[in-house]
């Protein structure tokens, strides 16, 4: 089994700041397109790096409170993440498309079912089983923040506006750190304890859903995914993500993002609607 490069803790703890927005230029932000799915997506985009305190939240419920390394690196991950979250608002502000003061905030909205059911799971069976799952926690990580990195990379590479593909580029450096931490943690975890990598593989393969996807509307989800991941580049992304997850201990079998992202465009099919304003990505600009 390829081990992962090691992890630098101190290096990322030394380094964590709020993301560097000097330089941009914000009225490009305005002055060039941003297409009707581009406006459709960005919101997604912003509730999931916001809800990030309650993925912490359910984390610190578990074992992974006992680890000093996942503790220093949380207070750091939560800080980049929400800053993620306060650049693009400012950029649909700069564009002139900014956010419903009125929509309800991502922590506020009712958690769906297999949402709530995996919080109850988690506290569960963390008693039941402390450090293994650590591990399938550690995983989950991995896995959304990888498919966050290559979401954003799709985005920077469709979009037509310098100012959000810049913005998207560096919240991308933070996104491959915060990867590089989730996934050398799950390969400790998983590599010393066979018990943990199947208490990781049955509880991925019932539960694990693309990121936000407990607190977005399944519809939003669908066409967010069908967006980035379309066409032959998105498959090769996709791919990218299954087969680095699949070389962590005992997850050799998953293909989750592809089956995910191929079921998203089966039911997407059935909307001429949103198959439309996909399609239209690029030329469909403000
Ligand atoms: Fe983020
Ligand atoms: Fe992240």
New binding site residues.
Partial sequence: MARAAAFDLEDFLARSRALDLSGIDWSRARAEPLSAAERRILPYFID??SY?IAYLRALLNTAAIRDAEICDFLGCWLY??AY??RALARFLREAGHPLDPRRPKSVERPARAWEALQDAAASALSRAFAQDFVAVHMTWGAIQELS?LNGYRRLAERTENSALAEIVRR?MR??SR?FSFYYHKAEERLSRSPRAQRLTAFLVKRFWKPVGAGIMPQAEIDFLVGYLFSGPRGLEEVRHVDRTIARLPGMGWFRGLEDYVSAARDRLGRDPADAAQMRQGKAHSI
Avoid: F, L
Wanted: glycine share 8%; proline share 0%; hydrophobic share 15%.
């Fill in positions: 999931v790096e990030t980049e993440e993620h979250g966050t919240v933070d996104e915060h």
